[in-house]
């Protein structure tokens, strides 16, 4: 298996996050960005706002990217929350899972005590198996809580884990 | 029992506003913004970043004050959350339960179907109570999730109603 590495993403990398993103996002079905988002509104959302952002990389290729920034403000910073987005093309390959493992690591680097999903669409079954499997577990169903665009009001799970 | 009014915000209630919020904020025993924020910031939080700001008033003074927002972007803005604040002089008044009951009604007129408090301080037995009272369910004991100023990282509670 080829290994890829990952590291912190600079500005250059930003157009190839953006390739990686835009489709995710207009499709609309695992992440709660308006489906609409405009490049730089993306761009800020997740390089700019979090605490930092990573990519997956394999020979010049960015294969996938997380960010990783607190889930609250003030007495709720010590949990933090990350969103992942894995390329089409790089399916299969374990890239989300390494990405969710070094963000952990990095998590704990930061000083956050504890990490947590707010929203994996339930029907998103691939993610909750992958989070679970990582130590991910599953606190809350919110009822409705995602507009999925072709299957209307599903559940969303609210998934946390301990950073030990 | 002498009435008050629940009514949108303006930019003159802002110092009667803080006055409210300031002391709540500081303590930090309630709400996840930084003890230290400063007044810029918080009227950011309180009266620009939401959809909408109302004040409970009665003969000129403002008793307490909610925000409503969309608890996330895109496909989950159609649950909204809220924060209440009451001022220390007008407890047991029933104005949090005056200020969540217009604020459901309100969600409603905005188009929201369902709101979300995110973090409910597992400590602050008095407001899980009285949202408990408001058809409010604890979806989620969140371990740890809010650094109490003095009892150190305390639960956090998940809570939800569908609006209908």
Redesign the interface.
């Known amino acids: 298996m080829s290994r890829f590495d990952i590291r912190p993403a600079t500005e250059a990398d930003w157009p190839a996050i953006w390739l990686i993103l835009e489709p995710v996002f207009r499709a609309?079905e695992s992440?709660?960005?308006?489906?609409d988002?405009d490049e730089a509104e993306a761009r800020r959302a997740w390089m700019e706002l979090p605490r930092m952002t990573c990519v997956a990389e394999e020979a010049g290729q960015i294969l996938g990217t997380y960010y990783i920034k607190p889930n609250?403000?003030?007495?709720?910073?010590?949990?933090c929350n990350c969103g992942y987005v894995v390329s089409s093309t790089a399916r299969g390959r374990g890239v989300a899972s390494a990405l969710c493992e070094h963000s952990q690591q990095l998590g704990l680097e930061l000083g956050f005590?504890?990490m947590?999903f707010?929203?994996v669409v339930s029907t998103n079954t691939g993610a909750v198996r992958l989070w679970q499997k990582l130590g991910f577990k599953v606190?809350?169903?919110?009822?409705?809580?995602?507009?999925?665009?072709s299957e209307g009001?599903v559940d969303?799970l609210?998934m946390?884990k301990?950073l030990a």
């Open positions: 609309g992440y709660p960005y308006p489906r988002i609250q403000p003030g007495q709720g910073s010590h949990v005590r504890a947590q707010n929203l606190l809350a169903r919110l009822p409705g809580a995602f507009a999925h665009p009001d969303a609210l946390f301990a």
